[in-house]
């Protein structure tokens, strides 16, 4: 059996504290595995957008 992927551990962390980012969020988090160390655990998320770009931050 496989380990899992550092993505599928960051959605596991998502799903656990009943966060569902949206569509516009996708890009970022896939990037996630590459900015978090493996001990970063994700408490809050915060998603919103540029009004003046449509830009999606965390």
Known sequence: MSEK???DEIRDELKS???????FAR????ELPDILS???K???????????N???SF
């Open 38 to 40: 493996p001990e970063e």
């Open 5 to 7: 992927s550092r993505l």
């Open 42 to 52: 994700i408490v809050y998320l915060v998603e919103g957008r540029n009004k003046l």
């Open 27 to 30: 890009k970022e988090i896939h």
């Open 17 to 23: 504290l009943d966060i569902s980012p949206t569509i």
């Open 54 to 56: 449509n830009h999606i």
